[in-house]
């Protein structure tokens, strides 16, 4: 097995900002969701453990003693989650009341089935108490069984938002829009992966713009911590059983969260049980298991005992009484309580265990949100922890084998995976055009040589961990929903185009690629479909400013990567570095030369390192066994390409044009200009 690269490796300056608190103890993320606390429709979107529950409670109780609101409903996704909203004494820590939910209206407690739940919400409608936390599903019984009316002037909270979907056989996405259209309640949603990318939109378009949104980033979130000061994230390939080959990523020393594949996926080896005694085997010598918590221990060769939970196990008994001793709250502070915990489809969303440095994740996972909630689990902050990393393992492409288009394709989702999340952990960019007028911006760092009237600039600020780039030809966006977008959710459309499976398998392995046919066809195609309600200006803005994010965020990596950046680098700087640098290098930073790079470029010269020759030479000939021609719809695009670069040049593209992108176009011309001439001859 070859060893894999980090593919990212992020530092932060772990400054202690995001775990400070302020005079009403609130942390960065709670006070800035607090600002917001008048509004009706409110998303908040920060990344797990930034305190979303807390920063609820702020709000809730605002919203119940000083606008009206009647009572309080809390929605959580699954009983577990529900203790996230136990009592807590905010007054203690500077606030004007405390948060308190009475035993029997925390439903997530209560012994039975939905329906006496159902029974106890119209109880609690009715009463003069203020707060009653219940799942998703007890909510949507509720609704269906007393109507939206009955929640007029409630608060309703919804927790981990993307559970949610427009889809309608969601019911609470379909009670959800309801409520916002009946327009009596106030609604709060929460998520720390709002990747809609993944599956369905959460909430139709015209509702989701009456929704404010507090968005926290990871950047920031990690930059502000105490101790921990870099993340890596990468993926490795293997060959065989997985199971041989763990101790090659697995490091008995680190504290780790293993979760072994699904049993239907190709990495499986179908025995579950058996996976788990093999890595217990390949760890050390068992010694049995310890009898007040059912941890696995195991001696190491070097004689140290780990401590291994085992959540995979299905007898009841065992796995409750590890799952217990897990939550114990007396050893929560306790970093030398478990060493080791393997799991399937546990310990992910809304576990907390902030000693973990290593989430190893084998075989592909199919949604993002997943693989967002897994890495949060390493990302906690917590005394002595400097580094955190995420792994996933994945089986290399057999030829043998008839699944080798299924393993092409989990590769290629692994890599769109690994995009996504090096988007999500890096700094916010803002772009503004560079023009005569263009100065610098308060408040932004602009490098050693301050901010250059006569070239595009990079300027950044530390604090909220913000770019402004200034890239010549850059359209504007006009319309306030095109700003949004533009600010709030490039992501969302990094992810449309990432997860399109032609876009990524020609990034990767189509040789003769024009990179313009990827950034400007294929991200104006999937902007269009996505926002069609925005003119088209507005499009090629927001497609524009995408194709910006994505490719400078590359640029950055492909620096850092060849600075040897890699390993360890002091302080937070690496990308920070490479964007500036790329801007620094180019004669001038305008779009046409953003356009032109391949946003897969890097992650193939990553991809070459890790895989085996053999098995690469088998994925690019998969891929280029599929090749198709032109098809009339990409050269409609082309043609329209075409027609603006007629208007900027005066002149259409030519055929015989030394430049890839303008020969494509005029093949685009050509080919429309042929299929008229064989309809017409008919």
């Known amino acids: 097995m070859t060893k894999g690269v980090p593919s990212v490796s992020v530092k932060y300056a772990a400054n202690g900002s995001s775990t400070k608190s302020n005079e009403l103890g609130m942390r960065a993320m709670q006070e800035r969701a607090y600002e917001k606390r008048g509004e009706q429709y409110l998303l908040i979107k920060s990344p797990p453990a930034s305190g979303k529950s807390r920063a609820l409670m702020f709000i809730a109780l605002d919203k119940l003693h000083n606008q009206g609101l009647r009572q309080a409903i809390v929605v959580v996704p699954e009983k577990s989650i529900?203790?996230?909203?136990?009592?807590?004494?905010?007054?203690?820590?500077?606030?004007?009341?405390?948060?308190?939910?009475?035993?029997?209206?925390?439903?997530?407690?209560?012994?039975?089935?939905?329906?006496?739940?159902?029974?106890?919400?119209?109880?609690?409608?009715?009463?003069?108490?203020k707060v009653l936390v219940c799942t998703h599903a007890t909510f949507r019984f509720a609704v269906d069984k007393f109507g939206i009316e009955a929640f007029d002037d409630r608060l309703i909270a919804v927790d981990e938002f993307h559970h949610v979907s427009a889809n309608p056989d969601n019911k609470l996405g379909a009670h959800l829009g309801a409520l916002v259209a009946r327009d009596r309640v106030h609604l709060v949603a929460m998520t720390g992966s709002y990747f809609r990318g993944d599956a369905?939109?959460?909430?139709?378009?015209?509702d989701e713009a009456r929704f404010d949104t507090v968005t926290y980033t990871y950047y920031e979130q990690l930059n502000g911590y105490k101790?921990?000061?870099?993340?890596?994230?990468?993926?490795?390939?293997?060959?065989?059983?997985?199971?041989?080959?763990?101790?090659?990523?697995?490091?008995?020393?680190?504290?780790?969260?293993?979760?072994?594949?699904?049993?239907?996926?190709?990495?499986?080896?179908?025995?579950?049980?058996?996976?788990?005694?093999?890595?217990?085997?390949?760890?050390?010598?068992?010694?049995?298991?310890?009898?007040?918590?059912?941890?696995?221990?195991?001696?190491?060769?070097?004689?140290?005992?780990?401590?291994?939970?085992?959540?995979?196990?299905?007898?009841?008994?065992?796995?409750?009484?590890?799952?217990?001793?897990?939550?114990?709250?007396?050893?929560?502070?306790?970093?030398?309580?478990?060493?080791?915990?393997?799991?399937?489809?546990?310990?992910?969303?809304?576990?907390?265990?902030?000693?973990?440095?290593?989430?190893?994740?084998?075989?592909?996972?199919?949604?993002?949100?997943?693989?967002?909630?897994?890495i949060g689990r390493a990302t906690r902050d917590a005394e002595g922890k400097t580094r955190a990393r995420f792994t996933n393992l994945i089986a290399e492409p057999d030829a043998a084998a008839e699944a080798v288009t299924e393993a092409v394709n989990d590769t290629l989702k692994a890599i769109a995976a690994s995009l996504l999340m090096e988007q999500v952990l890096a700094p916010r960019?803002?772009?503004?055009?560079?023009?005569?007028?263009?100065?610098?911006?308060?408040?932004?760092?602009?490098?050693?040589?301050?901010?250059?009237?006569?070239k595009e600039n990079v300027g950044f600020n530390e604090a909220s961990g913000q770019f402004q780039i200034e890239i010549k030809g850059l359209v504007a966006p006009k319309s306030k929903e095109a700003k949004r977008i533009c600010q709030e959710d490039l992501n969302e459309v990094i992810t449309a185009f990432?997860?399109?499976?032609?876009?990524?398998?020609?990034?990767?392995?189509?040789?003769?690629?024009?990179?313009?046919?990827?950034?400007?066809?294929?991200?104006?195609?999937?902007?269009?479909?996505?926002?069609?309600?925005?003119?088209?200006?507005?499009?090629?803005?927001?497609?524009?400013?995408?194709?910006?994010?994505?490719?400078?965020?590359?640029?950055?990596?492909?620096?850092?990567?060849?600075?040897?950046d890699d390993t360890q680098t002091t302080g937070n700087t690496a990308l920070i570095d490479g964007v500036r640098k790329f801007a620094m290098d180019v004669r001038e930073l305008d779009i046409d030369l953003i356009d032109r790079i391949n946003p897969f470029g890097e992650a193939y010269s990553i991809l070459a390192k890790t895989m085996s020759e053999e098995s690469l030479r088998q994925v690019q000939a998969v891929i280029s066994a599929k090749k198709v021609q032109l098809s009339p719809d990409e050269a409609r695009d082309l043609a329209k390409r075409a027609v603006k670069f007629k208007q900027e040049r005066g002149r259409l593209p030519s055929i015989t044009s030394p430049d890839p992108w303008e020969k494509k176009m005029a093949e685009g011309v050509a080919y429309l200009a042929r299929m008229k001439q064989e309809a017409a001859n008919g």
């Open 498 to 564: 990432v997860q399109d499976k032609t876009t990524i398998e020609r990034g990767l392995f189509d040789e003769e690629l024009v990179p313009e046919e990827l950034t400007q066809v294929r991200m104006g195609k999937i902007v269009g479909a996505k926002f069609p309600e925005l003119d088209a200006e507005d499009q090629e803005a927001v497609r524009q400013h995408a194709v910006a994010a994505l490719n400078l965020t590359q640029k950055a990596k492909e620096i850092a990567l060849s600075n040897g």
């Open 227 to 374: 101790y921990l000061k870099s993340l890596d994230i990468g993926y490795f390939f293997y060959s065989g059983s997985y199971a041989d080959d763990i101790l090659k990523v697995l490091d008995p020393t680190e504290k780790t969260i293993l979760h072994i594949p699904n049993v239907n996926s190709r990495e499986s080896t179908k025995d579950k049980h058996r996976e788990v005694e093999h890595i217990i085997d390949a760890l050390g010598e068992w010694q049995g298991a310890d009898p007040a918590t059912g941890f696995q221990l195991v001696k190491t060769p070097e004689g140290r005992v780990l401590r291994i939970a085992d959540l995979v196990d299905d007898e009841p008994a065992k796995r409750d009484k590890v799952s217990a001793a897990l939550k114990d709250p007396a050893q929560k502070n306790n970093r030398d309580h478990v060493d080791i915990i393997i799991a399937l489809g546990m310990a992910k969303e809304g576990f907390d265990w902030i000693w973990c440095e290593h989430a190893l994740t084998v075989g592909y996972r199919a949604s993002l949100t997943e693989i967002v909630q897994i």
């Open 82 to 129: 529900g203790s996230s909203f136990n009592d807590e004494p905010l007054s203690k820590y500077g606030f004007w009341a405390d948060w308190t939910v009475q035993p029997q209206w925390n439903l997530c407690n209560a012994p039975g089935g939905d329906d006496g739940k159902v029974g106890a919400v119209g109880k609690f409608l009715a009463s003069d108490d």
């Open 429 to 454: 960019f803002n772009f503004t055009p560079k023009t005569v007028n263009s100065g610098p911006v308060e408040g932004f760092d602009y490098g050693a040589g301050g901010y250059d009237p006569n």
């Open 200 to 206: 369905e939109a959460v909430l139709s378009p015209e």
